[in-house]
């Protein structure tokens, strides 16, 4: 067989692959505190019989844009948002620490302090969990202090403080549950540089008009590589057809 039928099917195939990153992060354009994933192409040498003088393309997702996402105020006591390098360490479904940027918190009724999508947020010693309270806030340093029941405006007792951590993105790997990780597997240390802002949180930082235009690209070369397989069979026949004639 032809190996442009290979290099075309191989292009296609890719393209789909590479067009799925890009819309799954135009579907995440919403979600607060998102890292858009990079997608990139390279050229993969096709071997086989004949001259090595043809390649295929292979889409891959390298890693993830780290650039922050802009700032939108809630007014909300527990939401927060990093500010500069940094995240917020919870933990993942397994029981593993993970880091995410999505500060958008709420208390179960239970007393555990969550994320938006049910993670418990952890503290010095595990997750952070409430007593009772009038009120809560939550310091630029990650302290969450209340207001206990029956208590005045004016005092108010520190109950922990959330991890927050820069491990460096070098170090990041992004999981299928869109957290972050340690690429070695090992749990970072707090680190005080770290602030957050209260009333805040922090939106995704894709762009989507850079992922529409983008999206437009790959179904030109997906329709490309098609129009090409087609070539390449009308071709083969054709060429047939010759060989009945002789």
Do not use: C
Not at 80 to 89: L, R, S
Not at 107 to 122: D, H, I, K, N, R
Not at 191 to 207: I, Q
């Amino acid at each position: 067989m032809d190996k442009a039928i290979y290099i075309s099917m191989t292009g296609a195939s890719q393209t789909m692959r590479a067009q799925t990153i890009h819309a799954h992060n135009m579907a995440n354009a919403g979600t607060t505190g998102f890292r858009a994933d990079l997608e990139q192409a390279r050229s993969m040498q096709a071997f086989g019989p004949g001259m090595p003088s043809r390649v295929f393309s292979m889409a891959e997702n390298p890693a993830s844009d780290f650039s922050p996402g802009a700032l939108q105020q809630t007014a909300n006591a527990l939401d927060i948002a990093v500010q500069g390098e940094g995240w917020i360490a919870v933990q993942a479904p397994d029981g593993s620490e993970a880091y995410t940027r999505a500060g958008d918190m709420s208390v179960s009724p239970f007393g555990e302090l969550l994320t938006g999508s049910g993670l418990p947020v952890l503290g010095n010693n595990g997750p952070v969990a409430l007593p009772p309270y009038e009120s809560v806030s939550i310091g630029n340093d990650g302290t969450v202090s209340i207001r206990e029941l029956g208590q005045g405006a004016e005092v108010l007792a520190s109950i922990d403080r959330i991890k927050l951590v820069n491990p460096g993105n070098e170090q990041l790997v992004k999981g299928g549950d869109g957290l972050f990780r340690r690429a070695d597997g090992t749990d970072s240390v707090a680190d005080a540089e770290v602030t957050v802002v209260s009333g805040y949180l922090e939106s995704s930082n894709v762009n989507v008009v850079d992922a529409m235009v983008e999206m437009i690209n790959l179904a030109r070369s997906y329709e490309m590589n098609v129009k090409l397989m087609q070539t390449v069979q009308q071709n083969s026949e054709a060429s047939a057809r010759l060989l009945q004639i002789q």
